[in-house]
């Protein structure tokens, strides 16, 4: 097992890691909307919210040997059911087809005040 680290994504807020790889499998921990540079939110917009999370899900797994179509699960986290259709076309634009298996929830509220979080399974080829 190995830990992932990268100054690309932002800081875990817990005791946990950015990602873990463990044989040819990348587990990226759930992250948010957070600019790696100044730790900060970057918009209330979802689709923005989305794009970063993306954003640092994708340097994640580039510093762990893969790419976002290397993804084969994604779990996604949204406090408002009513942007699954924006946060599904920002999603869209960033994953290929076949797209992985995804679950996607609404929860009442994330570790910090943001709209969306996702984690993700990849396969490290």
């Known amino acids: 097992m ?8 932002p800081d875990a807020i817990g005791p946990y890691s950015q990602g873990i790889k463990d044989g040819n499998r990348l587990y990226v921990s ?3 909307p957070v600019d790696p540079e100044t730790g900060e939110v970057v918009s209330e ?3 923005e919210q989305t794009e970063q999370t993306l954003e640092n899900i994708a340097a994640i ?5 893969a790419s976002l179509d290397d993804v084969l699960k994604a779990n996604v986290y949204v406090t408002d059911m009513d942007d699954y259709d924006d946060v599904n076309e920002v999603y869209a634009e960033y994953m290929t087809d076949p797209y992985p298996a995804r679950a996607a929830v609404e929860v009442s509220r994330l570790p910090i005040e943001i709209g969306v979080e996702i984690e993700v399974t990849a396969r490290v080829q």
């Open 2 to 9: 190995e830990e992932i680290v990268t100054e690309n994504a």
């Open 30 to 32: 759930g992250q948010g």
């Open 45 to 47: 917009d979802i689709s």
């Open 61 to 65: 797994l580039e510093a762990g040997g």
